[in-house]
């Protein structure tokens, strides 16, 4: 086939193709860009995470621990905000404050203690806290408890040398039962209650700002009520005398997630739950409240200004790998770096557009790259007359049959397209389908039989798609002898169509005489 019938078909072939192919880039980009925006929309994957002793905390600070364990037994809810104190309905409610970062508001604790006396049938609250930041709440039930914000330092002696600990050992009791557990960095208490844990060994109670003081011996037993002074090693008291009953540990600790996690069976979580126990009275049906309106958030963007806030975050190992995999997170969520891109982009092209020419290189690019990417592939030319492009067909198929006749050169893969195409041409003009068409049997069973149609139709096409690419199979392809066979059983299509309709030979068909 000529060079311009080649470009008729295989570039009108190509410009289809290169157009459908850059519409659907383009979409996909568009859509791309689209959900990019949405993300950097709703802000940073990870706003921030709680720290301390928060239940949402999953590190070693945290008491999520805590939370998941009581989920087996009772119904556990998380108050992150005084509406949610608004869902509180009938039941026992036990309000738990842990370790809490920041102090209760006279007005707020006012709140959570007129929310549990009006929407639960019964209520108690548990605090365990080795700083003054829940006195607060103990004021507002109307208590004479209160936590001192002290330290209770034992003394150590270790290879000749000796000094005080942090971690006081204490006796806890619930009921028959008594827990020997070590607290950390423990707090004493004061104020009339009925004492439920003391510290067992000799102490010294330190106040800030007010020197220290040797611990007075305990004389009276656990679960009498008593007046706790400043210099009583008391770490645990329970008022049922407050608006509301109140258990008071001066040590938080014992609930974080790096003591209940130390062991399944470990003394502090079976303390801990026959805690939880006693306090809902062995009903199944009790609610469990954590405060979480009480503890900072540490936004991982800090994190990447500040990493020393880590040490805040957690001690262990998979502490620092889970703070790191929310700084990864932060750092490939749009909302973090495509600003960035967007302000570097502006800034290039702003130094760029300030240099005329610097601005004309710039512009100059970006014409060659349109005109290198977008319209790749695409070819302009105008509309030739029909007669003409027949002519050019025919003189095409007739230089396929001089190379037959003269046997001078071999048939190769594009004689074999200039034969396809020359039968495409046809069946297009007489028959309105294409040869690739299915359609194309039932149209030509008429002019040569439906087993010639049949056969012809799957020979041409299987061979089309190995010549253009779109196929692999055969695997080996001798195209001169195919390229012979396609020229034969064309002609034989050609010579059937033509006298079957009295049409001297394919010229005045082509034609359309």
Known sequence: MSTQLRRGGRVGKRRRQGR?????????????????????????????????????????????????????????????????????????????????????????????????????REAVVLIGDESTYSNGLLEALNTSIRVTGSRIYVGQCSDMACGYSPYPRARLILGNRSFNLVLDKASNLIGRGIMWGYITEGCVVTLPGAGGFECSSITVGANEIIEAGIQDPVVALEDHGSRIPVYVIGDGSIFLNQVINSGNHSEYKVFVLELFQYLCGGESGCIIVFDNMH????????????????????????????????????????????????????????????????????????????????????????????????????????????????????????????????????????????????????????????DLASSYWSYMNKLYRRATGESWRPLIVRWHSEALKAYSETEKILSLITSRLQIEDYRRLLAGI
């Open 20 to 120: 459908s192919s850059l519409v659907t880039a383009s979409i996909v980009l568009a859509l791309v860009f689209i959900g990019l925006i949405a993300l950097v929309e709703r802000g940073p994957i990870v706003p921030g995470f709680p720290v301390g002793a928060s239940p949402f905390n999953p590190l070693s600070f945290g008491t999520l621990g805590l939370v998941k364990d009581l989920e087996h037994y009772y119904t556990v809810r998380i108050a992150s905000s005084m509406e949610d104190l608004n869902r509180l309905t009938g039941g026992k409610c036990i309000y738990v404050v842990i370790s809490p970062e920041k102090p209760f508001a006279a007005s707020e604790a006012e709140y959570i203690v007129k929310s549990l006396s009006e929407r639960c």
């Open 295 to 450: 503890y900072e958030t540490i936004n991982a963007f800090n994190l990447l200004v500040n990493p020393g806030l880590i040490t805040g975050a957690g001690a262990g190992l998979s502490d620092i790998l889970y703070v790191f995999s929310l700084i990864l997170a932060t750092i490939i969520h749009p909302s973090f770096w495509m600003p960035l891109v967007f302000k570097f982009v502006d800034e290039l092209f702003s130094s760029f557009l300030a240099n005329m020419f610097l601005a004309i290189l710039v512009l100059l690019a970006v014409t060659i790259v349109v005109d290198k990417y977008l319209t790749r592939g695409i070819v302009f030319r105008g509309d030739e007359v029909l007669r003409e492009q027949v002519e050019r067909d025919i003189t095409v198929f007739e230089s396929v049959r001089r190379k037959i006749i003269e046997k001078k050169e071999k048939l190769g893969r594009d004689d074999f397209l200039n034969i396809y195409w020359l039968a495409n041409q046809v069946s297009t003009m007489i028959l309105g389908v294409e040869v690739s068409s299915p359609a194309f049997i039932e149209r030509i069973s008429q002019y040569v039989g439906r």
